[in-house]
């Protein structure tokens, strides 16, 4: 899928919740639409680590403003996800736009968890937009 700056997305649906992907060197930024859960956890996680494997360690994007919620079950994924990667190294740093505030505090949580990962916290296009410019090009993810 291309959106109309002309940047190709990948895309993928579970049940209700639609993500948008996109992959520049050894950087991946996705946009959720949706609740976060499981079996989108898996499918991210699955993306991540192609990067990894392409790349030896890598940096995420999270759009998560369509995002407020996540169930318990993904949160147990990627605690034991984030854990292996702290452990290696390879997540070097992740970034996420949200408005939500259960989701800024778990991030908050997990900057003390995970020592070798940076997680940015954005509440606002503007400042999340200026730290994937250092990784990635600007991009619009197509229309919904």
């Not at 520049?24 to 609740?35: D, F, K, M, P, T």
């Amino acid at each position: 899928m291309v959106g109309a700056d002309g940047v190709a997305w990948q895309t993928f649906t579970v049940s209700s919740t639609s993500v948008w992907f996109r992959v520049q060197g050894s950087a991946l930024e996705n946009v959720i639409v949706g609740h976060m859960d499981a079996p989108v956890a898996e499918r991210l996680m699955h993306e991540f680590d192609l990067v990894e494997a392409a790349h030896g360690s890598f940096v995420g994007f999270h759009s998560w403003l369509e995002a407020p919620t996540y169930s318990t079950e993904f949160r147990g994924l990627w605690m034991k996800w984030l854990a292996e990667k702290n452990k290696t190294g390879a997540l070097k740093e992740t970034h996420f736009l949200t408005s939500s505030r259960i989701v800024r505090m778990g991030l908050t949580v997990a900057n003390i968890a995970y020592p070798k990962i940076r997680f940015g916290i954005h509440e606002h296009t503007a400042d999340y937009v200026a730290a994937r410019g250092a990784f990635m090009t600007s991009a619009t993810p197509p229309s919904r």
